[in-house]
């Protein structure tokens, strides 16, 4: 498995960007399909987005699609997503996770999660 850790997160207006970052151990990094999760408060937890192991395939969930870029750096082990046009309803704990397999989307598929970052959206 892979140790993830994200940081980025924080308070921003409506309109507004933010840049997560994962920055993940171990020396199979590139070998990993990434995933960006979130959980908002009373909410289940969703996709946002995913990348395959060489960011040649990216998808994401209707809602931030247009918004939201998924990345990646296999040289430094790190992940991104940048987030544009920021909403009130993007508020949510944001989660990195690794996965074996791109096309298999659900949160079941990723063995490895990081401890979550806040993104608050104020209106």
């Known amino acids: 498995q892979v140790q993830l850790v994200e940081s980025g997160g924080g308070l921003v207006q409506a309109g507004g960007s933010l840049r997560l970052s994962c920055a993940a151990s171990?020396?199979?990094?590139?070998?990993?399909?990434m995933a960006w999760f979130r959980r908002a408060p009373g909410k289940e937890r969703e996709f946002v987005a995913r990348?395959?192991?060489?960011?040649?395939?990216?998808s994401y969930a209707d809602s931030v699609k247009g918004r939201f870029t998924i990345s990646r750096d296999n040289a430094k082990n790190v992940v991104f997503l940048q987030m544009n046009s920021l909403k009130p309803e993007d508020t949510a704990v944001y989660y990195c996770?690794?996965?074996?397999?791109?096309?298999?989307?659900?949160?079941?598929?990723?063995?490895?999660w990081g401890q979550g970052t806040q993104v608050t959206v104020s209106s």
């Open positions: 171990g020396r199979t990094f590139s070998s990993y399909t």
């Open positions: 996770a690794a996965g074996q397999r791109y096309y298999c989307s659900g949160a079941g598929c990723y063995a490895s």
């Open positions: 990348i395959s192991w060489n960011g040649g395939a990216t």
